[in-house]
């Protein structure tokens, strides 16, 4: 496919949130949230909440700009992505570079503003950014390093909040791993083929789409026990336990209606429920520690 030429200044931001995949920010940020809240299990100060957003806001973008600079030459050769902001020649390299090194500055200073552990942390989460994407390479749990670099949202809002570690943001820290990584996995069949010529590691890839659906399943299942492991551990009550409910019952959805009418059918619609999930979980933790 022809380059096309690269876009003015004018259309540049929109092309940003389009190789940032701005929507997708509810996957991660209201598990943020949810973190900040249950730390202390009450409404986190107004201070912490603008610092954990613009925080969260800025590793979103410096992860997704360092995946697709990381990953340029595979979307250019796949169907799928070639349309992508870089490979179509429509952002520069230079425009991405630059890009993710403000992401990055505004991260620092995010991390300085929040509780003292963070200054020293912020480079953990950097390296998650940057090792993700070549896992693909050499190993199907590819997904799970996904998973996991997302899960580090609600954990790192916890040290963000509190300047200490427990059992539950660890717990929350792995619920959202098998979340994350479940979906992931359902993600990689669309690229099943490509991944096999490629030589691009995958469950769907290495064993097919049944078994691909089946471990998304078993993940899903054990993301919702860890959440409602959390709930115990915290002591929260009927409200939360039912919102876990409620949780398992959307992922359940999902994986149900894919059974049922295919994945070709369901497309990218299991996204969007799998993103229904983190706004559903974050309101009702909120409304749990509120009703305390």
């Not at 009450?42 to 600079?69: D, E, F, G, Y």
């Not at 990953?71 to 390299?93: H, I, M, Q």
């Not at 098998?178 to 995958?202: K, M, P």
């Amino acid at each position: 496919m022809a380059a096309t030429r690269p876009a003015g200044a004018a259309a540049k931001p929109l092309l940003f949130a389009r190789l940032i995949k701005v929507e997708h920010s509810v996957y991660a940020l209201p598990f943020a949230y949810a973190g900040a809240f249950l730390a202390q299990l009450k409404t986190p100060s107004l201070h912490a909440l603008v610092w954990i957003t613009v925080a969260m806001v800025a590793a979103r973008s410096a992860a997704m700009a360092l995946n697709r600079l990381i990953d340029a030459e595979l979307d250019a050769r796949n169907p799928r992505t070639a349309r992508r902001e870089l490979p179509s020649g429509k952002l520069r390299v230079a425009d991405v570079i630059a890009f993710t090194v403000v992401s990055l500055a505004v991260l620092v200073v995010a991390s300085f503003a929040l509780s003292p552990p963070c200054r020293y942390l912020w480079p953990i989460v950097v390296v998650a950014f940057i090792v993700y994407p070549y896992t693909k390479r050499f190993t199907v749990l590819c997904h799970y390093a996904l998973g996991l670099t997302d899960g580090l949202a609600p954990a790192a809002a916890w040290v963000a909040v509190t300047g200490s570690i427990s059992w539950a943001p660890v717990l929350l820290f792995l619920a959202v791993g098998l979340w994350v990584g479940g979906f992931d996995v359902i993600y990689g069949i669309f690229d099943l083929e490509f991944d096999r010529r490629e030589g691009v590691r995958s469950i769907a890839a290495a064993w097919g789409e049944r078994v691909a659906l089946a471990v998304a399943a078993v993940s899903h299942a054990l993301a919702a026990v860890l959440l409602a492991w959390t709930g115990l551990i915290l002591g929260l009550g009927a409200i939360y336990l039912i919102g876990v409910v409620l949780v398992a019952a959307l992922l359940a959805w999902s994986h149900f209606d894919i059974a049922r009418r295919g994945l070709a059918r369901v497309g990218m619609g299991f996204m969007t429920v799998n993103g229904a999930v983190g706004i559903v979980y974050a309101a009702v933790v909120i409304v749990a520690v509120l009703a305390r």
